[in-house]
């Protein structure tokens, strides 16, 4: 049972992070705890095709490089370890790990998480009638993967019963963050607020970077971009902790900085559901509290519900995505032409060849603000340089090799100034739709294996979502505006996605601005503003503690993920975008506001 304040360092946001992150946070971090966060919703279906390649596949290979060469280090240094990168076979990663750690001559006790793996119980699934859980559609007949995110509590028992490493399949990605605590304070399971604070911890470090001033709205105010500090909790017995991050290295931990992260990807701030507790952050506070140090309380907790989510995936045909580069006079509209053509082409020869037509096609010209639709500035319609992205969806992957094959020749039959053919061929890839559902934790059984000892750790009973005491509504502004700011003047912001929704982060530079951005930001305006994405309805959440908006944009992404076409897939620069705003706001603050 710890007594003093416990240092939990996250050393990875996604499955191709950088592998130094670990090497930092064991040398200058000063940790108790090192932490992986690997599995964005489709990984666990290219692990699936890896595994059922190889049986020894379906991990994440990048936790084995990057946490092997530190062993005698970590050893030496008592830090404990907490990784999903099992991803579909955690006793494989396990057996990686431990010939490395054998090599070495490092002892470790390592711990495995399983259960979460339900792709064998498929006939059952479809003899309940799964529905997805956000468009109500049944589930496909064949599916790649699917599994359950499962929560804090066998990584907690894997650590009591003496793991130096834990290694789990597929939890929620704040849980080896949430799972460590629980073990170091004792926390019990029906102390809600705690872990809906030990929760935010795990989300605030899941994304590594992130919140330490990588893709921070003001960048410029960011230094070292080539060392940058990867995030440490440093948490206390209550609940509160400080994010910080190992001293000279680069990096910006501010009330904004950190408070882009807490927004990122939350959905409803008053429902973070996750398997443990039910998280309400509307009233979580942030202070600096020194040089790269902002701590954070004020998280709430309710009872968790009796589900899990279940993220399957299933495979729905294939896709191409190809760019080449136009340079000089009228390139865009060169560009424009140059694709349309190259379609025509192809669906010429596909017919010729008694394939049906593209079952969907996408054509970006990059440097005209595409992606901005109709807020896009005519002027850039001049642009002498742009890239032309063509992608097309086929049920057939003979189809799109077509495709891919008639885009070089456009370098001698079509637009002069057609260059950029450095990558060569596009390639043909499959597309794996993600398919999300709830399950009964009454149904799922996780289970600890440590030693030769095998924990079952059922779910304690849940109870249905009980839903949040609403907020008052906030006071209209008493003064009439007469000037418009661009929202940046006012706020910054994150962006990102949960399957084929977007959530766009925004957070008041100061107190005195919100009430402007409400004004402003309506879910009709943000609507607007993103129609050419298809976005179906907007919801708009707020969160007067750290004085801010969250917003939810519903089927903007164009399917999401790799089953999307765009050249922005998850809405990365979506919150960039909105930045330019424009905002209502009195003469007087327009006056002060920066540019």
Not at 41 to 55: D, G, N
Not at 486 to 508: E, F, M, Q, T, W
Request: charged letters at 20%; hydrophobic letters at 45%.
């Amino acid at each position: 049972m710890a007594e003093r304040p416990v240092r939990i360092g996250c050393a990875s946001a996604f499955w191709g992070d950088s592998l130094d992150g670990a090497r930092q946070l064991v040398e200058r971090g000063d940790i108790d705890y090192l932490v992986f966060d690997y599995l964005a919703e489709v990984t666990m279906s290219l692990l699936a095709r890896l595994r059922a390649r190889k049986p020894e596949l379906g991990y994440v290979p990048d936790f084995i490089e990057g946490v092997a060469p530190l062993l005698p280090e970590i050893r030496r240094r008592g830090i404990r370890v907490v990784s999903n990168g099992g991803g579909v076979n955690p006793h494989a990663a396990a057996a990686a790990l431990a010939a490395r750690a054998e090599a070495l001559g490092v002892t470790l006790k390592i711990a495995v998480v399983i259960g979460d793996d339900l792709t064998d119980r498929v006939d059952a699934l479809h003899a309940r009638g799964v529905a997805e859980m956000f468009t109500g559609a049944p589930l496909p007949e064949k599916i790649m993967s699917a599994n359950a995110y499962l929560g804090a509590q066998p990584i907690a028992a894997a650590l009591e019963r003496g793991a130096d490493v834990v290694i789990t399949g597929r939890c929620v990605d704040s849980a080896v963050t949430l799972g460590a605590l629980v073990h170091a304070f004792g926390w019990s399971w029906n102390d809600h607020d705690r872990l809906a604070q030990g929760s935010l911890a795990g989300h605030l470090l899941e994304c590594a970077a992130q919140v330490t001033g990588g893709l921070f709205t003001d960048w410029r105010e960011v230094p070292g971009w080539d060392d940058m500090g990867m995030p440490i909790a440093e948490c206390a017995r209550d609940g509160s902790f400080v994010v910080t991050k190992p001293e000279g290295t680069g990096g910006l931990v501010t009330p904004l900085s950190v408070g882009e992260q807490l927004l990122y990807e939350i959905g409803d701030p008053a429902a973070y559901i996750l398997p443990d507790v039910t998280c309400d952050f509307r009233a979580v506070t942030l202070e600096q509290a020194g040089l790269d140090r902002v701590r954070v309380a004020g998280a709430r907790g309710r009872p968790p519900t009796d589900t899990v989510k279940v993220s399957a995936t299933w495979h729905d045909g294939y896709r191409m995505i190809g760019t080449v580069t136009l340079g000089g006079r009228d390139a865009a509209a060169k560009a424009q032409r140059a694709g349309e053509a190259i379609l025509a082409r192809a669906r010429r020869l596909l017919k010729g060849r008694n394939l049906a037509d593209f079952t969907e096609t996408s054509l970006e010209v990059l440097g005209t603000e595409a992606t901005y639709g109709a807020n896009a500035r005519p002027e850039l319609a001049a642009a002498r340089e742009v890239v032309l992205k063509i992608g097309a969806r086929h049920t057939d992957e003979k189809a799109l090799g077509i495709l891919a094959r008639e885009i070089a020749p456009a370098a001698s039959s079509m637009a002069q100034g057609l260059t950029g053919f450095f990558a060569g061929r596009p390639g043909v890839q499959p597309v794996f739709r993600l398919f999300s559902f709830l399950w009964p934790k009454s149904e799922l059984l996780p289970l600890v294996v440590v030693d030769d000892e095998v924990l079952p750790l059922p779910f304690a009973p849940g109870a249905p979502l009980a839903p949040a005491a609403a907020a008052a509504p906030p006071p209209a502004p008493a003064v009439t505006p007469d000037a418009e700011v661009p929202l940046i003047a006012l706020a910054v912001g994150r962006s990102g996605d949960k399957g084929n929704a977007a959530n766009i982060g925004i957070i008041a530079r100061r107190p005195e601005n919100l009430p402007w951005l409400r004004q402003s930001l309506t879910p009709e305006a943000v609507h607007a503003f993103f129609a050419h994405t298809g976005v179906t309805r907007v919801d708009r959440y707020e969160l007067p503690g750290i004085h801010a908006l969250n917003f939810v944009l519903h089927d903007a992404l164009g399917g999401g993920g790799v089953a999307s076409l765009r050249i922005d897939p998850q809405g990365k620069a979506f919150a960039q975008m909105l930045m330019d705003h424009p905002i209502a706001v009195p003469r007087a603050l327009a006056g002060n506001a920066p540019r």
